[in-house]
T-cell receptor, first 109, second 112 residues
Framework: AQRVTQPEKLLSVFKGAPVELKCNYSYSGSPELFWYVQYSRQRLQLLLRHISRESIKGFTADLNKGETSFHLKKPFAQEEDSAMYYCALSGKNFNKFYFGSGTKLNVKP | EAGVAQSPRYKIIEKRQSVAFWCNPISGHATLYWYQQILGQGPKLLIQFQNNGVVDDSQLPKDRFSAERLKGVDSTLKIQPAKLEDSAVYLC??????????FGSGTQLSVL
């Protein structure tokens, strides 16, 4: 069965500290992985996608097929990074998106 | 570009009543999704349309939920009758490129 697990509901770090938001998945096949973000009073929006190998706002995510993980990382957190982060996966044809339960990142000054 | 529009923004009803939500996707987006997000959980896909056809509705509780997308543009999601456990935020999303979903602001439903 398809599942996305984000083990941390809340992650608090100080400004300038490294941050890693964990995401583990189970999927029968080769999934496509994404991170979506929701800033306060804003809509849920795409942050980055695995297939693009991109870095957005200093965030990167590496797909580890052996550990079935897609952790989101940033070397130096900023206060404006405070938001709700959702890991998501879909199949090769992007037919269905499965979202994790989300991690709230709080970056303290 | 204009974003995905949803209405109403909030809705409070009593159990066993009916409720409907409306979604206007971004112009030209063929794919439209309805998600249910219960407090503390991630969005859960209820139904996915491609133009005006249903691609997936496997997680839609069809005994009480229904959705339609007339003319492949606007969509409505209806609950009849509502239960307490339907209290949630109902999100509409649309996409042109299936890799990237654009979400609306959502409708927060409270069933008392």
């Amino acid at each position: 069965a398809q599942r996305v697990t984000q083990p941390e509901k809340l992650l608090s770090v100080f400004k300038g500290a490294p941050v890693e938001l964990k995401c583990n998945y189970s999927y029968s096949g080769s999934p496509e992985l994404f991170w979506y973000v929701q800033y306060s009073r804003q809509r849920l929006q795409l942050l980055l996608r695995h297939i693009s190998r991109e870095s957005i706002k200093g965030f990167t995510a590496d797909l580890n097929k052996g550990e079935t993980s897609f952790h989101l990382k940033k070397p130096f957190a900023q206060e404006e990074d405070s938001a709700m982060y959702y890991c998501a996966l879909s199949g090769k044809n992007f037919n269905k998106f499965y979202f994790g339960s989300g991690t709230k990142l709080n970056v303290k000054p | 570009e204009a974003g995905v529009a949803q209405s109403p923004r909030y809705k409070i009803i009593e159990k066993r009543q009916s409720v409907a939500f409306w979604c206007n996707p971004i112009s030209g987006h063929a794919t439209l999704y309805w998600y249910q997000q219960i407090l503390g959980q991630g969005p859960k896909l209820l139904i996915q349309f491609q133009n005006n056809g249903v691609v997936d509705d496997s997680q839609l509780p069809k005994d009480r939920f229904s959705a339609e997308r007339l003319k492949g543009v606007d969509s409505t999601l209806k609950i009849q009758p509502a239960k307490l456990e339907d209290s949630a935020v109902y999100l509409c999303a649309s996409s042109l490129n299936p890799e990237k979903l654009f979400f609306g602001s959502g409708t927060q439903l409270s069933v008392l």
